[in-house]
Nanobody, 118 residues
């Protein structure tokens, strides 16, 4: 199993930037694809971004495309989410996930709170 721990969340002003990190431990030799999801108050969990094991393929939701960048550093077993031009609607708990199949069947972190002030 893969254990995931997110960090880097906090409070920022609208238009600001924040970088989230997700450190993976355990069976990190497996070719997991990794991703970021978020859940805002009163909403369902939504997909944010994903990256292949090699880091060569990335996907983004339309709501964050052009503003967020997902990347990873395999040597450190860490995936990042660089968030720029943050908006109040980006406020949510952000979760890191890793899977070899369905996301919900994979490993999930505890989440980190991101709050964007208007």
């Amino acid at each position: 199993q893969v254990q995931l721990v997110e960090s880097g969340g906090g409070l920022v002003q609208a238009g600001g930037s924040l970088r989230l990190s997700c450190a993976a431990s355990g069976r990190t030799f497996s070719p997991y694809r990794m991703g970021w999801f978020r859940r805002a108050p009163g909403t369902e969990r939504e997909f944010v971004a994903a990256i292949s094991w090699s880091g060569g393929i990335t996907y983004y939701s339309d709501s964050v495309k052009g503003r967020f960048t997902i990347s990873k550093e395999n040597a450190k077993n860490t995936v990042y989410l660089q968030m720029n031009s943050l908006k109040p609607e980006d406020t949510a708990v952000y979760y890191c996930a890793a899977t070899r199949g369905n996301w919900e069947s994979g490993s999930w972190g505890q989440g980190t709170q991101v709050s964007v002030a208007s």
